[in-house]
């Protein structure tokens, strides 16, 4: 239960912690269907290579055994479908996402891709995740997590639904540390991705705010305590494109 005066930030604005997940909500419900096109723009293809690293490092099997994962704030299945097509006849994944447009252009996705029988789409919060506990072989979120109000009940709820000698990997943007790297970063971060938003989906502001979240989010060290602190072992993660992004990872053992 929120405490009465308890806030959170919303980007650089300070909200009511349960007025968060609401203001996230009209960002996607805005965005949904440009959101992959905007992030083919916004990094200029990158995301898929730091997609695909992230597949690698799960490496589903590619036998027939059974492998269930759980990609969660997953709605448009690219990680999913990058898994499936990884993956053997054993496996089947389950796109958990709060908002029903990102989930609705995941599904019509699947049907194009042939692959509506091998994931699923279910709409859900993170943060109180309707599964049982130790019922999926991994779970993964994709630049997701920063967006989720309380992150430290997100992921008690990734170590609770995974099986013992699970894997949680969670790819997020981080802090750009790179001399040179960071200000061109900040400049095309402020200065261009809003109106290319605008340009795009008709709505700067939503990318206003996805641009300030990226700032807000725990440094990766912080962030690794946090999933320490959730249960997981073995903790670690790997920065990208010069810290851009951070593939975090962690053990239910």
Avoid at 38 to 67: Q, T
Avoid at 159 to 185: H, I, N, Q
Wanted: net charge neutral.
């Amino acid at each position: 239960m929120d405490r009465p005066g308890e806030t959170t930030h919303f980007g650089f604005k300070d909200v009511p912690l349960g007025d968060k997940q609401t203001l996230v909500n009209d960002v996607f419900h805005s965005v949904a269907s440009r959101y992959d096109l905007m992030n083919d723009l916004m990094s200029g293809g990158l995301h898929r290579v730091w997609k695909d690293i992230m597949i690698a490092a799960l490496d589903p099997p590619r036998s027939d055994r059974s492998f269930a994962l759980l990609d969660v704030a997953g709605g448009t299945g690219d990680i999913s479908f990058r898994a499936a097509k990884a993956a053997g006849a054993g496996f089947h994944a389950t796109v958990c996402d709060i908002n029903a447009d990102m989930l609705a252009v995941g599904r019509e996705r699947a049907v194009k891709r042939h692959l509506e029988t091998r994931v699923d789409f279910v709409e859900g919060n993170a943060e109180a995740l309707g599964f049982a506990d130790r019922s999926f072989d991994a779970y993964t979120i994709a630049f997701g997590i920063r967006n989720v109000p309380r992150i430290d009940l997100a992921l008690r709820e990734a170590y609770r639904v995974l099986k013992p000698g699970s894997r949680f990997l969670c790819l997020e943007f981080s802090t750009v540390e790179m001399p040179g790297l960071d200000r061109l970063y900040d400049l095309f971060s402020f200065k261009v991705i809003p109106p290319l938003g605008r340009m795009i989906t008709g709505d700067a502001e939503s990318y206003q705010y996805l641009v300030e979240s990226i700032r807000k989010f725990p440094k990766p060290n912080v962030f690794a305590d946090m999933i320490r602190d959730a249960g997981f072992s073995r903790v670690s993660w790997q920065t990208l494109s010069g810290g851009i992004v951070a593939l975090h990872s962690g053990w239910r053992l």
